[in-house]
């Protein structure tokens, strides 16, 4: 008899990643001379992917960015989070003993 499977997605499921990608948000818009998004703010722009929150955070300034504007800061931001993917992202507090529980 086999044992049963767990599958889980860490970002965002077991480990809060939001601090790393807003961070990321804000260096990019910075970038552009654009204001940082307030972190409260910034924490709804997630979900859909990084396109999508950084659609939502040029969005936040009035702006809508074409397609080669969002491709050129994606890249920008995958490079930027892929160096600092856990600087500040944590496990969701009670994941520990959960894991240690569920082995």
Do not use: K
């Not at 990321?24 to 818009?29: A, E, Q, R, V």
Request: charged share 25%; hydrophobic share 45%; no cysteine.
């Amino acid at each position: 008899m086999s044992s049963p499977l767990l599958v889980f997605d860490l970002d965002g499921t077991l480990v809060d990643t939001a601090p790393d990608l807003i961070d990321t948000l804000n260096m990019i818009l910075g970038s552009e001379r654009l204001p940082p998004v307030p972190y409260a703010e910034a924490r709804t722009m997630i979900g859909g992917g990084a396109r999508m929150m950084l659609e939502r955070g040029l969005a936040a300034d009035g702006r809508s960015g074409g397609e080669a504007e969002v491709e050129r800061l994606y890249r920008a931001f995958v490079a930027h989070y892929s160096e600092h993917i856990a600087d500040r992202s944590q496990p969701f507090p009670g994941l520990e003993a959960a894991l240690d529980r569920l082995a």
